[in-house]
C-alpha cells in the first residue's frame, strides 16, 4: 500500500517537473537574450543557473516519464540532487581545465596598451552616449583614449577621464562580447601622497591573483551604476584620512607601470610560475590556477570576486 502511494506521488510529480524544467529553459533564453543586449552581469548569472537547473530538471522528467532504470525506487527530488551535484562537478572541472589551458596559451597576461589618436570612436548607442554626457557634467575632463588587441579580432577601448581637482581618474573601458554586444565596466583610481593607490572597480571578469602591497583595491562586479561606484570611491579615500595628490603620469605610462607592478607581486607571492619555467609548468603555479578557478566560479555564479 505504500509502494503504491509513492508511485502515485511520484506520477503526480512528473508534469510539475517537466514544466520546471521547461521554464527554467524559458528563463535562460530570456535572460540570455537581455544579458546579450544590456550587458547587465546578473542576467548573465540568472542565465547559467537557469540553463543548470533546465538541464537537471529536464533529464530527471525523462528518467521517470520513460522509466529508466537508474530512476527505480528513486523518488524524482533525490534523483535531481544527484544530478545537480553531478552537473555542479563537471562544471567546476570544466572551469578547471579552461585555468590550466590558458596558463600554457601562448597570450600575454596583460593586454599591451597603446595611445590611439583617434578620438570619435566612442560607442553611438544612447546608453552609452549618456554616459559619455553624464561624465562631463561631473566635471570629468578626457585625458587619453587607449585601445588595446587582446586577441586578434578583439579591440578593448579605454577611455581615461581625470576628475576637476585631478586627484580621481576614472577609466571606462568598453570590451566586446559577442557579435554586437559592447561590456562597459568603470574603474576610479587615486593615488595618496605616501604612494598607496586605491582603486574602485566593476569589472566582471576573473583576476584570481594579487595585488601590491601598497594597493586597496574594492571590486564590486554587479555595481553597474558609475555614479555610486564614484560615490563609494569618493567616500573611500575621504575615510582613508589620506592627502592625495593630483595625477601627473598620463594613462599609458601609468597602465604599463601597473601591468609590471602586478606581474611582479604575483611572481614575488609564488602566483606566477618564473619566466624560465613557463614553456614546462605554465604561467600559473598551482595557487595561482587555483586561485583563478576560484575566482571564476564565484563570479560566474554568485557575482563575487576573492579578496
Sequence with gaps: ?????????????????????????????????????????????????SRLLAVVLGVTYLAFAMEWSLAANR???????????????????????????????????????????ESGEWPTSAD??????????????????????????TFIREYHFDSKDGRTRLCVSFIPKGIKQLCVSHAASSISADGVRYVTDNAFAPYG??????????RK?????????????????????KEFSPWIDLPLEDVKEQHRLLEKANRDNGILNPRSNWEEYGRFSQEG?????????????FGMVTR
Design 128 to 153: 552609452h552616449i549618456s554616459l559619455r554626457e553624464w561624465i562631463r557634467k561631473q566635471g570629468f575632463r578626457q585625458v587619453e583614449f587607449l585601445g588595446a588587441y587582446p586577441f586578434p579580432e
Design 75 to 117: 523518488s524524482p527530488w533525490s534523483f535531481a540532487t544527484v544530478l545537480l551535484i553531478g552537473a555542479i562537478l563537471l562544471v567546476t572541472i570544466a572551469a578547471w581545465f579552461r585555468v590550466k589551458g590558458f596558463s600554457f596559451e601562448d597570450i600575454p597576461l596583460f593586454p599591451s596598451y597603446f595611445r590611439n589618436e
Design 221 to 241: 562586479p554587479l555595481r553597474r551604476s558609475v555614479a555610486k561606484l564614484l560615490e563609494r570611491h569618493q567616500r573611500r579615500i575621504e575615510t582613508s584620512g
Design 289 to 301: 590556477c587555483y586561485r583563478m578557478w576560484k575566482e571564476i566560479l564565484l563570479l560566474h555564479y
Design 1 to 49: 500500500m505504500l509502494a503504491m502511494t509513492d508511485a502515485s506521488q511520484t506520477q503526480q510529480l512528473i508534469p510539475w517537473i517537466g514544466a520546471s524544467a521547461l521554464g527554467f529553459f524559458s528563463v535562460a533564453i530570456g535572460s540570455q537574450i537581455f544579458a546579450a543586449r544590456q550587458g547587465q552581469p546578473l542576467m548573465e548569472i540568472a542565465t547559467r543557473w
Design 209 to 218: 591573483g594579487l595585488y601590491p602591497d601598497n594597493w586597496i583595491v574594492d
